[in-house]
């Protein structure tokens, strides 16, 4: 197979600069040399962490699902379990955790399924996207003092409905959704 991410191409960062710093979003305006010479002076970059998540089914084949507000969009949207990697976690460890705290399911077999960027022309980072199957719940949410969400277990019907439907409105959750249902037909 062909390696389709290459560093082909770079560009040459001649000036960078820091506007805004944030733990959650960090905005960076670079000064550029493209390859044939020529100059963008402004070329902005977010910076956010690394994320994760996690389709995660239990034993008897049902979806572990979070409904919540999203005040982007001003909607209420169904998604997979996700965060951000810790510093000193691996991408492993932080979907673990991230399924744990927001639905209190566990165990089960994982792998990884993907990994994907939302948008590589202005953002540094990228969500590693995992298949946990066989979880179970064994205890309750453990939220964080700004999180909102529901709990819902769904079919696998229901789940390929919202997305047949266009009803995952997340791009790096449809992503891996329509992976995995594209395995398994």
């Known amino acids: 197979m062909k390696n389709g991410i290459t560093e082909e191409g770079k560009w040459e960062t001649v000036d960078s600069e820091y506007l805004f710093r944030r733990p959650w979003l960090t905005v960076r305006r ?6 044939d010479g020529r100059i963008n002076p402004e070329f902005y ?3 956010y962490p690394d994320w994760v998540n996690v389709i995660a089914i239990t034993g008897d084949g049902l979806f572990v699902m979070e409904k919540q ?3 982007g969009l001003g ?3 169904y998604e997979l379990a996700a965060g951000v990697v810790e510093d000193g ?3 492993l460890q932080a979907a673990r955790r991230e399924l744990a705290e927001e639905t209190g399911y566990e165990g089960g077999k994982w792998q990884k399924l993907m990994t994907v960027s939302g948008n590589p ?4 980072n990228i969500t590693h996207c995992f298949l946990a199957t066989g979880v179970k719940k064994v205890s309750s949410q453990h939220l964080d003092a700004t999180e909102d969400l529901e ?9 390929r409905d919202l997305l047949d439907c266009d009803q995952i409105r997340q791009a790096l959750m449809a992503a891996p959704l329509w992976k995995f249902f594209a395995g398994s037909l």
């Open 30 to 35: 670079d000064k550029v040399r493209l390859p």
């Open 45 to 47: 970059v977010l910076e």
């Open 69 to 71: 507000f999203r005040y």
């Open 75 to 77: 909607k209420t949207c």
């Open 89 to 91: 976690e691996t991408p």
């Open 121 to 124: 022309s202005t953002t540094n």
């Open 151 to 159: 709990v819902c277990l769904m079919t696998k019907e229901e789940v």
